[in-house]
């Protein structure tokens, strides 16, 4: 039963923390080390890398959050015009990508175009997932203007928010 336990709890990992990274001239980015661990084994599997559909950046999926999403993506028809344009638009620049020996992990050229990235990154645990920015795109939106809580209201409800279970 505590073997049960322990399986549920590495296949639902969270990633947290904001790291600060320098891109090289090659576009490699030293994975942040406080990151790693808490990834365990699931670094070593590696990433599909895609576009965030909302912002401008990046989102590293550890492959197994990759492969719960393409299975969703994998059950739908794609004789239903609005499922083959998202299947496309959204797993079209979606990039296998793993660290090399040095724990360095390469950006391609036209995702990090996309997102802006240039030499300063930063990168973000956020939840399931792991978010790449660029630098002066993440303070730009860290520092909008907006009611985080009336945003949490619509988000997560009126409820309690110390009684989610």
């Known amino acids: ?3 049960k336990g322990i399986f549920l709890y590495c296949m639902n990992k969270t990633f947290l923390g904001e790291y600060e990274c320098k891109a090289d001239a090659k576009g490699r980015f030293m994975f942040p080390s406080e990151l790693k661990k808490q990834m365990g084994s699931q670094f070593e599997e590696g990433f599909v890398l895609n576009r965030n559909l909302h912002q401008k950046c990046l989102v590293l999926y550890p492959v197994l959050e990759w492969n719960k999403i393409n299975s969703r993506l994998a059950q739908l028809n794609r004789l239903i015009k609005a499922n ?3 299947i496309r638009r959204f ?3 979606a990039t296998p990508v793993g660290a090399d020996p040095s724990g360095r992990i390469l950006l391609p050229k036209p995702l990090t175009e996309y997102a802006g990235i240039q030499n300063e990154l930063k990168v973000i645990g956020s939840n399931n997932v792991i978010e790449l920015w660029d630098h ?3 303070q730009a939106f860290m520092t909008q203007d907006m009611n985080l809580e009336q945003l949490a209201l619509e ?3 009126q409820g309690n928010v110390g ?3």
């Open 163 to 165: 009684n989610w279970s």
């Open 91 to 93: 797993s079209g620049g």
């Open 155 to 157: 988000v997560l409800g």
């Open 136 to 138: 002066a795109t993440y």
């Open 1 to 3: 039963m505590v073997k």
């Open 84 to 86: 083959d344009i998202f």
